[in-house]
């Protein structure tokens, strides 16, 4: 079965820092998808970058970047210069392909709040 | 613009009482996805529906039902049988043939729903 771990309590941040999201992951599959996703109190979810296991090179989006690190089994997710609007909560969620069956397994998610 | 509507943004329902939440998208996926989220917690997975006519129970079904009779529309009831019904209710969606790790998913707006 998958697992995705995120166990940071509420995580604070300064305007314009960086700060680091923490995920990690367990599966047997060695062909597997990475997600995260920001959920604002407004409920809606936003999908903000995606790795693949096979991927050479760390996704980046922007002011997102993922930092995977396959051994470890951790797909960490970083915000480069935060701003206020980044205040939300974030999941991280992976996708295994188990056939028709497949579908995202999500993290309980972690709190980010920038502070001006 | 293509999309996932889910209609109401709030629900009053009384004890004892059926209600149906409203999913609709036009993004021509085959995949819907009913989830359930509780203050501060993750994503539970309630029912999902790779086809039409075809859905399976999630992780937490009991006290919900659901149909597919249309590629666009996966209601959701919530029945009088579900213990501890508000919550709010996420409905999401996925393009391509099953097994594609890739995809992400769409989500809708949610639906709050608050049992008085």
């Known amino acids: 079965a998958q697992k995705i771990t995120q166990t940071q309590p509420g995580m604070f941040v300064q305007e314009k820092e960086a700060v680091t999201l923490d995920c990690t992951y367990d599966?047997?599959?060695?062909?597997?998808?990475l997600f995260w996703y920001k959920q604002p109190s407004s409920g809606e979810m936003i999908f903000l970058i995606y790795?693949?296991?096979?991927?050479?090179q760390n996704a980046t989006e922007g002011r997102y970047s993922l930092n995977f690190q396959k051994a470890r089994k951790s797909a960490n997710l970083v915000i480069s210069a935060s701003q206020l609007g980044d205040s939300a909560m974030y999941f991280c969620?992976?996708?295994?392909?188990?056939?028709?069956?497949?579908?995202?397994?999500f993290g309980k998610g972690i709190t980010l709040s920038v502070r001006p | 613009d293509g999309g996932i509507t889910q209609s109401p943004k709030y629900l009053f329902r009384k004890e004892g009482q059926n209600v149906t939440l409203s999913c609709e998208q036009n993004?021509?996926?085959?995949?819907m996805y009913w989830y359930r989220q509780d203050p501060g917690q993750g994503l539970r997975l309630i029912y999902y529906?790779?086809?039409?006519?075809?859905?399976q129970k999630g992780d937490i079904a009991e006290g919900y039902s659901v149909s597919r009779e249309k590629k666009e529309s996966f209601p959701l009831t919530v029945t009088s049988a579900q213990k501890n019904p508000t919550a709010f209710y996420l409905c999401?969606?996925?393009?391509?043939?099953?097994?594609?790790?890739?995809?992400?998913?769409?989500f809708g707006s949610g639906t709050r729903l608050t049992v008085v």
């Open positions: 999401a969606s996925s393009i391509g043939p099953a097994g594609s790790i890739s995809m992400g998913y769409t």
């Open positions: 599966t047997s599959d060695p062909s597997y998808g």
């Open positions: 790795q693949g296991s096979y991927d050479q």
């Open positions: 969620a992976m996708r295994v392909p188990t056939g028709a069956n497949s579908k995202l397994t």
């Open positions: 993004l021509n996926h085959d995949a």
């Open positions: 529906s790779q086809i039409v006519n075809d859905f």
